[in-house]
């Protein structure tokens, strides 16, 4: 008896520090995508909340003209667009890796919750960013908060598929691997987020006229420069591949035609 209450505090002790143990991927994915749902609602409530006019003000500031009264909430509705876009395009990328995964471990699962306590920040940066767009110091800041949670959400995912090249052989598909089909795609798409937040914080620091309609309207484009960088990378790989199979068959040429060559020839 006491031997085998032994083993069992031994096996207790080894599930519950040993990160490489693994975990249900569907729970994983099932937990995130209620997270991100539950994101993007809380965006649209706040709009429907703080950013509809009052019929009053309407009829007698804007002579009854809805569309000339929704233009006052301009800034917010382009901060509701480009923090949706950005919390779309990021659950895309989560979904595009876990496509890729195909065991979970709990270390994976922690850095993904991780990544996700910044996602449940982003209608934080939305208020922030609509709030102080007109207060130079305070809008600058905001901007920065924004670009630094952001920044956490990516670089956590970043993470994910890190460790999941540590040990590819169990965790990942074989296209996704060093090497494979959708590497080099998986790369670019899970880097995209992270480099574009770092340049948006230290557009911030350099430049002064920098506002948050710039930085929404930067968030808006993403998804454009997204598919850009996809045709940029494809393009990429096949020219290199081509200049790889150009070298091969130079080198073959030469080696027949050494071949074909006597060995006096070869020698001179």
Known sequence: GQRDGEEEHHSLET??????????????????????????????????????????????????????????????????????????LLWFVHHSLFLYVTKATRLMG??????????????????????????????????????????????????????????????????????????????????LYPCVSLGAFFLTCLLSEFSTAIFHLMQIVIPFAFLALRIFVRISLTVVKTMMSFSRRKVVLLEEEEACLSPTETLS
């Not at 890190?162 to 880097?191: C, D, I, Q, S, V």
């Open 15 to 88: 599930f519950t520090f040993y990160l490489s143990e693994p975990l249900s991927k569907e729970r994983v994915e099932a937990f995130s995508d209620g997270v991100y749902a539950i994101v993007a609602t809380l965006l649209i409530l706040d709009i429907c909340e703080d950013n509809v006019p009052d019929p009053r003000e309407v009829e007698e500031k804007f002579h009854s003209s809805l569309l000339e009264a929704l233009s006052e909430y301009g800034p917010n509705y382009l901060a509701y667009f480009g923090s949706f876009v950005t919390i779309g």
């Open 110 to 191: 922690l850095l993904n919750i991780l990544s996700l306590s910044f996602i449940g920040g982003l209608p934080l940066a939305y208020q922030l960013t609509s709030e102080f767009a007109e207060k130079s110091h305070n809008e600058i800041e905001a901007i920065q908060i924004s670009c630094v949670i952001t920044f956490f959400a990516s670089i956590f995912q970043f993470a994910i598929w890190t460790t999941a090249l540590l040990n590819e052989r169990e965790t990942l598909h074989p296209f996704a691997r060093y090497g494979g089909k959708e590497h080099a795609f998986m790369f670019a798409k899970l880097a």
